[in-house]
């Protein structure tokens, strides 16, 4: 089940929290570099963060979150991230499908990964998003999709 996610509740933002460190872990390994944001974040920068969270529960688990902002004329997928220990059971897709499908503004989607981060660049083409350009964020490249 998807929800809205209450960072009020100490115990939803640790479970977050937890949840965000481990997965960009594994995206820290995939792309050679641990300069991903979420990343560097503490858990009051989270819980301040500007953006709408909405999680994935099974058994009163988050096993994933995706996390939503307004960019210009854009919805934004500002965040990903599923547990490594549900990668592969489609809960990265039934997120992005949920981001889809309640965008009440019928925005473009758009949406950031690392360059090397295959698993996630195949979703997001897998989910019709289109690759609109390749750039530099630091010491990382950065591929960026869109869906109209």
């Known amino acids: 089940m998807i929800q809205r996610l209450d960072f009020t509740n100490p115990a939803t933002l640790n479970a977050a ?15 050679g570099s641990r300069m991903i944001p979420p990343l560097l974040e503490t858990i009051e920068g989270l819980r301040d963060a500007n953006e709408r969270f909405f999680g994935e529960t099974q058994d009163g688990l988050i096993v ?6 307004e960019e210009g004329p854009y919805l934004r997928i500002s965040r990903l991230a599923v547990a ?6 489609g809960i990265g897709s039934r997120l992005i499908r949920f981001a889809i499908e309640s965008n009440e503004k019928d925005q473009s989607i758009v949406v950031s990964t690392g360059e090397a981060n295959a698993p996630a660049r195949n979703l997001y083409e897998k989910l019709g998003f289109q690759l609109t350009r390749v ?14």
């Open 17 to 31: 929290f937890q949840l965000q460190k481990e997965a960009y872990e594994q995206e820290a390994r995939l792309i």
């Open 64 to 69: 994933g979150i995706i996390a939503l902002c």
């Open 84 to 89: 490594p220990s549900h990668f592969g059971k």
């Open 135 to 148: 750039f530099p964020a630091g010491e990382i490249m950065l591929a960026e999709y869109l869906k109209e």
